[in-house]
C-alpha cells in the first residue's frame, strides 16, 4: 500500500490506517428520523421507482435530460435516476417511499447531516426579516471572520454564489496581480464549468464521455496548460517552456472530482517552491475540501498556504454559496477596492451565510473530526475488505469525511489511473446498493462524504449490503 500524509492510502495491498481518535463525539439525530424502517431484505422486496420513472419522464421534456446538473442523470450507472423527496441527518427518501442511507451529502455541504435543526431553526428567524437584500448585512461580517480565522491563506474573502463563480474570480484575481495569462490545471480537476477550465475536467464531463465541451472557443483555452496530478517533472517542463508566462498552477489538493484521489507526499510542497520560484500563485480549490478533510481545509491539514482558495458547498451549509480569498495584498485588487471587477446580486445573502455560520460553529464543537475519521475509516475499510473477499479488484482512501474507491488493483495516483477502473462494475454495484438502501454518487469519478448524523449503525449496515451486493456482481 501506498501511504500518504496523515495516514490516506490509495493502494488496495494491506490495511488503510487513520488517525486516532481522541472522542467519540457526534450529535445524534433523533432516531425516528434516521433509522432504517425495514431490514434489508425486506427493503429489496419493496423497492420501486415506479414514480420516479413517471416524473423523470415529464422532466425529459421540462429539462435538458431531465435534470439541472448532468452527472444527476445516471448516465454511467444506467437505470432510472431517483427524484429525491425529503432528507434528515444521515438518510434520505425518494417519492417512491424508498429509504436511503446517503453518502452524497448534497455533494459535500451536509457535512453536519441533512436538515439539521438547529440550522433550520437559525434559517426561519432569519426568513423573518427577509431572504435577500442586495446590501452589506452584519451576517456577511460574521462569517467572513470565521472562513479568515480558519483558513491559513486567507486573510480577506470575497463571497458568491457557487464554486463555478469562485473560481471564475479567482482566475481573473490570479491574471490581474500577476500580469500573467497561462495557467496550469491539473487533468481530472474540476474548477466548475467556466470555459478556460473545461480541459481534462473529470467529473460529469468524463462520465459522459466528453473530452470537453462544444461551445468552448479554442480561445478561452488556449493559455490552459495541463499535468496529470501527482506529476511534477511536467509541471517542471511546463514552467520551463513557458517562462515568465504563467500566472497560477490551479489544483484540487485532494482530488475528488476523479473519484478521491491524494496527493503523493511532497507534492504539494514541490508545487509551493515551483510556484514561489517563478513568480505564479499557488491556487488550492477547496470548494470540496474546504472545512471537510480538517477545520482549515486540505491546506491546514497537510500544512501548505497557497496564494489563492477557492470555497463553496459546506461554507453556505446546503445553500447556494462559494467565495475566494487570499493574501490581503492580492484581495485588495477586487472591485470596489482595486480595479478587478467581479460582483453579484445575490452574494453574501443572509440564508447562506446564516446557513454557514450554523454549520461552522458544529464543526468547531471538540471531536468532530476525529469522529469524521473515524466512522469514514471504517466504511471505506469494510467497503474493500469486502470486496477483496469476494474476488474482485478495488482500492480506495480517505481523509476524514471524504473517501473513494476504484474498481481496479490501483494504485491510483492520477485521473489516467483512475480510467482504469472498471466502470461497468461500478455500475452494476452502484444499482445493487441502491436496491439496499445505499445511496452513492452515480458516477465512478466522483468522492463519497460521510456527515457527523451517520451512526454506526449506518456504517456496518452499508458494509453488510456491499458483502451482499459484491457476492452478486
Known amino acids: 500500500m501506498a501511504s500518504v500524509s496523515g495516514g490516506v492510502a490509495l493502494s488496495c495491498q494491506s490495511r488503510l490506517s487513520h488517525r486516532s481518535s481522541s472522542s467519540s463525539h457526534r450529535r445524534h439525530v433523533s432516531s425516528s428520523s434516521v433509522k432504517m424502517a425495514v431490514s434489508v431484505d425486506e427493503k429489496k422486496k419493496s423497492f420501486t421507482l415506479q414514480k420516479s420513472e413517471e416524473a423523470f419522464k415529464i422532466a425529459k421534456e421540462l429539462m435538458p435530460g431531465g435534470v439541472n446538473s448532468p452527472v444527476r442523470a445516471f448516465k454511467s450507472v444506467g437505470g432510472q435516476p431517483i427524484l429525491i423527496d425529503s432528507v434528515k441527518g444521515s438518510h ?11 453518502y452524497v451529502g448534497s455533494w459535500g455541504p451536509a457535512i453536519i447531516g441533512h436538515a439539521d435543526d438547529e440550522v433550520l431553526a437559525a434559517l426561519a428567524e432569519t426568513m423573518k426579516k427577509g431572504t435577500s437584500f442586495g446590501a452589506p448585512c452584519l451576517l456577511e461580517n460574521i462569517l467572513a471572520e470565521m472562513v479568515i480565522s480558519a483558513v491559513p491563506s486567507i486573510e480577506m474573502v470575497r463571497f458568491v454564489n457557487s464554486g463555478t463563480e469562485a473560481c471564475m474570480g479567482m482566475l481573473r484575481l490570479a491574471r490581474a496581480f500577476t500580469g500573467n ?18 480541459v481534462k475536467a473529470g467529473s460529469g464531463v468524463a462520465t459522459l464521455g466528453l473530452p470537453d465541451s462544444p461551445g468552448v472557443p479554442r480561445a478561452a483555452t488556449f493559455e490552459t496548460l495541463i499535468s496529470p496530478f501527482n506529476d511534477l517533472s511536467t509541471v517542471e517542463k511546463l514552467f520551463e517552456a513557458n517562462k515568465g508566462e504563467i500566472a497560477a498552477v490551479i489544483l484540487e489538493p485532494v482530488v475528488g472530482n476523479s473519484g478521491f484521489i491524494a496527493p503523493k507526499p511532497d507534492f504539494l510542497n514541490a508545487l509551493r517552491e515551483i510556484t514561489k520560484e517563478n513568480g505564479a500563485l499557488l491556487v488550492f480549490d477547496e470548494v470540496m475540501t474546504g472545512f471537510r478533510i480538517s477545520y482549515g481545509g486540505a491546506q491546514e491539514y497537510f500544512g501548505i498556504t497557497p496564494d489563492i482558495t477557492t470555497l463553496g458547498k459546506i461554507i453556505g451549509g446546503g445553500l447556494p454559496v462559494g467565495a475566494y480569498g487570499g493574501r490581503r495584498e492580492i484581495m485588495e485588487l477586487v472591485a470596489p477596492a482595486g480595479p478587478m471587477y467581479q460582483a453579484g446580486t445575490l452574494s453574501g445573502n443572509p440564508l447562506a451565510m446564516t446557513a454557514g455560520i450554523q454549520t461552522l460553529k458544529r464543526l468547531k464543537e471538540p471531536g468532530s473530526y476525529e469522529y469524521l475519521d473515524k466512522i469514514t475509516g471504517e466504511l471505506i475499510q469494510g467497503i474493500l475488505d469486502a470486496g477483496k473477499k469476494a474476488g474482485h479488484a478495488i482500492c480506495g482512501g480517505y481523509i476524514s469525511g471524504m473517501f473513494g474507491f476504484f474498481f481496479t488493483e490501483g494504485p491510483v495516483y492520477n485521473f489516467g489511473d483512475a480510467k482504469n477502473s472498471d466502470t461497468a462494475k461500478f455500475a452494476r454495484f452502484y444499482r445493487g446498493m441502491l436496491e439496499e438502501g445505499v445511496y452513492f454518487a452515480p458516477s465512478q469519478f466522483e468522492a463519497g462524504f460521510t456527515s457527523l448524523a451517520h451512526t454506526p449503525e449506518d456504517i456496518q449496515q452499508t458494509i453488510a449490503a456491499a458483502e451482499k451486493v459484491f457476492r452478486q456482481i
Open 92 to 102: 434520505m427518501w425518494d417519492i417512491d417511499g424508498n429509504e436511503y442511507i446517503d
Open 181 to 198: 495569462e497561462k495557467i496550469i490545471k491539473f487533468e481530472g480537476c474540476y474548477h466548475g464549468h467556466a470555459d478556460p477550465f473545461l
